[in-house]
């Protein structure tokens, strides 16, 4: 059965994360965990998140090539990052992951407003293989403490890549390879039980067209000003897990 709040929550959140790059996650668990057990979202979220990311890629594959060596080094760099962050998630309470990671993550935004607006300029990452392991190594933690991945690799690349879809594209197939690895960890670890497929008919929709909307709209508007939005939004992310945490 489609539940309207869980169809409005897909789309809002398919629509900001194709018009940034990233961001369904925070979306998608946050408010959904108001109406069912965060264990479920959790879990369900992996898989429709995974068709939203496959869904994206195809869309953007007719516009711009993949750049496969950065995606490459993304995805091995995450792969332990994955398994460290889950296994970390066992020994954290739900507040010391969210004060961690939010802090983090904040910084990561404010830092990266700052780049963008040439405060920054000697600090302002650069493309390099260590770097790129190093960001997808931070990003597979992420994604295997709390889902969350992008923050890493959408600072990475808003600061090394000038053209927004191929941004977009790299991290959606990023994020699908991702998805991928912790969908196995889920099902290593039993966590497939947790699979409700309410939320995933509730998804079938609202995901392409959140999806479309948002390519649509991110390209009436400068790329300068879409790449501070960026960095806007990821420190309020980082803001929000802190709030949501008791801290702030």
Do not use: C, P
């Given at each position: 059965?489609?539940?309207?709040?869980?169809?409005?929550?897909?789309?809002?959140?398919?629509?900001?994360?194709?018009?940034?790059?990233?961001?369904?996650?925070?979306?998608?668990?946050?408010?959904?965990?108001?109406?069912?057990s965060p264990h479920t979202v959790i879990?369900?979220?992996?898989?429709?998140?995974?068709?939203?990311?496959?869904?994206?890629?195809?869309?953007l594959l007719k516009l711009v090539k993949l750049r496969w060596s950065i995606l490459l080094q993304l995805i091995g760099g995450s792969i332990p990052g994955i398994f460290i962050g889950s296994y970390v998630l066992l020994l954290l309470s739900e507040?010391?992951?969210?004060?961690?990671?939010?802090?983090?993550?904040?910084?990561?935004?404010?830092?990266?407003?700052?780049?963008?607006?040439?405060?920054?300029?000697n600090f302002k990452m650069s493309e390099g293989?260590?770097?790129?392991?190093?960001?997808?190594?931070?990003?597979?933690?992420f994604a295997g403490l709390i889902g969350m991945g992008g923050p890493p690799p959408v600072v990475y690349l808003n600061q090394i890549m000038k053209d927004i879809d191929q941004l977009k594209l790299?991290?959606?197939?990023?994020?699908?390879?991702?998805?991928c690895f912790r969908l196995l960890s889920y099902q290593l670890q039993g966590g497939t039980q947790y699979i409700d497929t309410s939320l995933i008919l509730s998804s079938v929709v609202a995901i392409p067209l959140g999806i479309l909307l948002g390519l649509y709209l991110s390209r009436k508007i400068s790329t300068q000003s879409l790449k501070r939005f960026i960095s806007y939004s990821v420190a309020l992310l980082g803001?929000?897990?802190?709030?949501?945490?008791?801290l702030l």
């Open positions: 059965m489609i539940h309207l709040i869980d169809f409005f929550v897909f789309f809002l959140a398919w629509f900001f994360q194709a018009f940034t790059g990233f961001g369904a996650g925070i979306f998608i668990v946050g408010i959904l965990s108001l109406f069912h879990v369900s979220s992996a898989l429709i998140n995974f068709m939203g990311t496959l869904f994206m890629s195809f869309s507040r010391e992951v969210k004060v961690l990671i939010g802090a983090f993550i904040l910084l990561m935004g404010i830092y990266d407003l700052a780049v963008q607006k040439g405060k920054l300029e293989t260590f770097t790129t392991i190093g960001v997808g190594f931070i990003a597979g933690v790299t991290l959606s197939v990023f994020f699908t390879s991702n998805i803001a929000g897990l802190l709030i949501e945490s008791g």
